[in-house]
């Protein structure tokens, strides 16, 4: 039982990436109409606080990038969108976290900026490669959409990721009995 902890983490982002395509598909009337769209981004939302909550646990970024290929492969189809980006998001904010206050608040804003820095990476890269042919001014529409849910996102499920990250961090032995 104690070897299974170990990967509580990891199941809890692979089942959010799941869940993150379940959401997309069933409120898309919702989530997306003629002037804005929003992105269902669970996934974005736990790597973010598992991040800023296990802050020297190098394996959470093997974790995202792992994550991140399963998420280019079941969503795209295409290598490398999320395979960078995940992986740079758990990196960049364990960097940050240990200079950063622990309050919910705070944690809060950190989502809701890598919440529209993903959206951004995302729209960029795809636009470049030539996926989706969308203008900036549908990006700047989806903004408001993006950072509600994120909102909501992180709300419903704040507690959930901090309390797993903190009892159960990713491969650390010590900490099981």
Not at 24 to 35: E, K
Not at 44 to 64: E, S
Not at 87 to 96: A, K, N, W
Request: aromatic share 20%.
């Amino acid at each position: 039982m104690a070897e299974l902890r170990r990967w509580y983490v990891a199941i809890a982002l692979f089942m959010a990436l799941i869940l993150d395509g379940v959401l997309a598909y069933n409120l898309q009337t919702f989530i997306f109409h003629r002037g804005f769209s929003g992105s269902c981004w669970l996934t974005v939302v736990g790597i973010t606080l598992i991040a800023l909550c296990d802050d020297k646990n190098d394996a959470n970024i093997w974790l995202c990038l792992g994550l991140g290929l399963i998420a280019d492969l079941y969503y795209l189809g295409v290598i490398g969108i999320y395979t960078v980006a995940f992986p740079l998001i758990c990196f960049l904010i364990q960097q940050s976290a240990r200079f950063l206050p622990e309050v919910f608040w705070f944690r809060l804003l950190i989502c809701l900026v890598v919440y529209l820095c993903v959206s951004f990476y995302v729209y960029l890269t795809l636009n470049l490669v030539g996926i989706i042919q969308l203008s900036f001014a549908s990006f700047l529409n989806s903004i408001l959409p993006n950072l509600l849910w994120c909102f909501i996102l992180v709300l419903c499920t704040y507690w959930f990721w901090i309390k797993l990250a903190e009892e159960y961090p990713f491969l650390k032995k010590e900490y099981y009995f």
